[in-house]
């Protein structure tokens, strides 16, 4: 089992950056996938972007794809997401999540969730 912090949201202008990170608890980070989700009011989560377990391969949402980065440093077991000209709507509360395995985009692919942190990106 794992437990999921995340940090670092806040309130940014458009083209602005902004750095996601997220902190687990427990021995066995690095047997996990981890990914972001995202959820803006009144819609539904949806996928940002997953890293595998050793970092070496990465995916991402086509609307973020090329702004975004995903890493991670198992060492200090924690994930994080470099969010780069950032957009109005990309406005939302940023999930982490972990997963037993590669290649899921769904919420219910992932089995641990973080507690979210708010972004808010103003014109």
């Known amino acids: 089992q794992v437990q999921l912090v995340e940090s670092g949201g806040g309130l940014v202008q458009a083209g602005d950056s902004l750095r996601l990170s997220c902190e687990a608890s427990g021995r066995t980070f690095s047997s996990y996938v981890m990914g972001w989700f995202r959820q803006a009011p009144g819609k539904e989560r949806e996928f940002v972007a997953s890293?595998?377990?050793?970092?070496?391969?990465?995916n991402y949402a086509k609307s973020v794809k090329g702004r975004f980065t995903i890493s991670r440093d198992n060492a200090k077991n924690t994930v994080h997401l470099q969010m780069n000209s950032l957009k109005e709507e990309d406005t939302a509360v940023y999930y982490c999540a972990a997963s037993t395995r590669w290649g899921r985009v769904a919420v219910a692919g992932y089995d641990y969730w973080g507690q979210g942190t708010q972004v808010t990106v103003s014109s």
């Open positions: 890293i595998t377990r050793g970092g070496s391969t990465t």
